[in-house]
Structure formats: structure tokens, C-alpha cells
């Protein structure tokens, strides 16, 4: 398939980028480095989202050329999904309009576009896109090579999670030394670099910390109140899930996060033989087999009830 797709994007003039709604650094980073691919190949290139990029992202490489707006109505040759296939994924309408194709490695991606290249063995898309340059012959510069680095460090939890692989090392090596950076740097970028503001909203989240089923399921909260007075975003709570899930003897953290009253968007993360996705489907979501996510519509405390029920079932 990434053979298909370097062939029509070749033939391509112009070509439009879009990641998918609340973009995370796998989906960012991904559709920098090809936007910047297809622009040394000297295609007119325009990435075009519907959401900003949390801070950090927008410090990566090339960020700048990320317009808040539809695709529609220009006309395009292509438009590439990174990571959502549909138009609720990506927040783009009236995508039947164009040639699409879908890079995604989630297991539950849509095949809705003309070309799909769906990988679940991929730790993140940014591999693939990695892939992908071979196939399209172009070099790797400083940006191309720190936006997919970027990419993957983030999808694996800086090579910590359970889908790092040996080709995830592999590519990130070559990365760096044909890229010519650091891995700190953007280790830091990525990481290191909260405005105070967004720790004193961490606490408020963190201080939700809640267990069930004899501690092996934590559970963590946002409301909407926590960003009162704060120039942040909910979306800039998306890291947080990696300091709860830390916990020892933790298989399944829930975070809860707010979006209107009476709705929440769940992220699951899970560990060993617990099945992250397993519980996301059975509300109608989706993901990989540690991580996942859904939205529940309803009281939250009856919410949790129904989910513990769920993952009950796995944990025996």
C-alpha cells in the first residue's frame, strides 16, 4: 500500500494534510514531516486543521504552516488523513469530494478513503511516514527527522510503553543521526517544557486520584472548573495520564475528562492481559489493545460503575 500511495502522490500538484480532531505529537509531528517531504518534492502543500496543537506542539518544526480552517472548498489532487479517515475523526466535511488517503496504525480506523494503509503493528505513525520517505526518495533534513522522532518518542512514552519495538529503536536511531539533534532535545520540547499554570491544574486533576477493584484500577478526573483563570485548554490535560498510570499494581487507569455537562471522553490506558480496547468497544470507541478511549454520555459516578463492571470481567 505505501508503494500505491507514493505513486499517487507524485503524480500529485496539490496536496492537502490533515490530522485528527485534539491532535497529540504522533498525528502533529507525522503531518509536518510530510507536509515537509512533499514540499522538497516540490509539491504546493497545505496542512489544514480543525483544532490548535496543545503548546509544546506548536514549537515543532515547520508548526507555522498549520491553518485552523476546512480543506473545502479548494481544490486538491489529494488529501492525506493522518490518523482519521472520517469526517467526525477529523473534523473536515464534505471529504468525498477529494482522492483521500488514510496513514493511520490504530486497529479500529476507518477504511472510508480511497487508499488506506492501516498498520496495528505500528507503535506510531510516524513510522510509517518514515516508510513512506523511501518509497518517495527524499532526505531526511534536520525538521523531517525531529518531527518523527518526535512522533514516535511521544506514541511510545519516550520508548517506555508496551508497543516500543525494535524497529521503533531502530528508526529513531537513524533519525538522529541523519537529522543531526539531540534526543533530549526533544525529549524537552516534548516534556520538559509546562508553563507553571498547567502544574497547578496537574495537582487539581491529580488530587481526583481514586482506586477500585483492590487498587488495580485507578481513577482520575477534569472538570472544566479546573481551567478557571488559566490560559489553558482541556486538551493540555492529555499528559497527566502518564504520571497516574505510574502507579504500582495499577492494570487500568481511567481519566474522565469533561467536556459539557453530562459528557465525558474517557482515555483508558492498560497494562498485561487487560485490554484497553476491549472496554473502549464496548462503548462505542476505540484504540490499541493498552490504550483507548471513548465518550460517555450521563452521570459520571454512574459512569463509573457501568466501566468498573466491565473491566471486573477481564481483572477475574
Known amino acids: 500500500m505505501k508503494h500505491r500511495i507514493a505513486e499517487k502522490l507524485l503524480s500529485c500538484r496539490r496536496i492537502a494534510i490533515s490530522s485528527h480532531v485534539r491532535p497529540d505529537a504522533d498525528s502533529i509531528g507525522s503531518g509536518l514531516a510530510l507536509a515537509l517531504m512533499l514540499k522538497e518534492l516540490g509539491k ?26 476546512q480543506v473545502g472548498p479548494t481544490p486538491f489532487d489529494a488529501v492525506v488523513l493522518i490518523e482519521g479517515a ?51 526518495g527524499v532526505e531526511f533534513t534536520h525538521d523531517i527527522a525531529f518531527n518523527l522522532y518526535a512522533a514516535i518518542a511521544s506514541d511510545t512514552g519516550s520508548f517506555r510503553y508496551s508497543n516500543t519495538s525494535y524497529q521503533s529503536l531502530a528508526i ?35 488530587s481526583t486520584l481514586d482506586f477500585a477493584l483492590d487498587n488495580r484500577v485507578a481513577m482520575i478526573e477534569f472538570h472544566r472548573s479546573f481551567l478557571a483563570g488559566m490560559n489553558l485548554r482541556e486538551i493540555e490535560t492529555e499528559d497527566i495520564i502518564a504520571v497516574a498510570r505510574s502507579v504500582a499494581g495499577v492494570q487500568c487507569l481511567l ?18 492481559h487487560v485490554s484497553a ?26 459512569g463509573k460503575e457501568e466501566i468498573l463492571t466491565i473491566i471486573h470481567q477481564q481483572i477475574l
Not at 468497544?281 to 450521563?298: D, K, R, S
Open 172 to 206: 529513531a536511531a537513524e533519525l538522529v543521526l541523519k537529522g543531526g539533534f539531540s534526543p533530549c532535545d526533544v525529549g524537552n520540547l516534548l516534556f520538559n517544557s509546562n508553563p507553571p499554570e498547567k502544574i497547578h491544574m496537574m495537582t487539581k486533576v491529580l
Open 44 to 69: 504546493e502543500v497545505h496542512y489544514r486543521n480543525i483544532d490548535p496543537a496543545p503548546h509544546p506542539l506548536q514549537q515543532l518544526p515547520g508548526y507555522d504552516m498549520v491553518e485552523y480552517r
Open 86 to 136: 472520517t469526517e467526525e475523526r477529523t473534523g473536515q466535511k464534505k471529504l468525498s469530494s477529494y482522492f483521500t488517503i488514510n496513514i493511520d496504525h490504530h486497529a479500529t480506523s476507518s477504511h472510508d478513503a480511497e487508499l488506506n494503509w492501516v498498520d496495528p503493528e505500528a507503535a506510531a505513525v510516524g513510522e510509517l511516514i518514515y516508510e513512506l520517505a523511501g518509497e518517495l
Open 255 to 272: 481519566f474522565f475528562k469533561e467536556i459539557e455537562d453530562q459528557l465525558f471522553r474517557v482515555s483508558v490506558r492498560s497494562r498485561d
Open 277 to 302: 480496547q476491549r472496554i473502549a468497544q464496548t462503548f462505542a470507541g476505540g484504540g490499541h489493545h493498552h490504550a483507548a478511549g471513548f465518550f460517555y454520555h450521563g452521570d459520571l459516578e454512574r
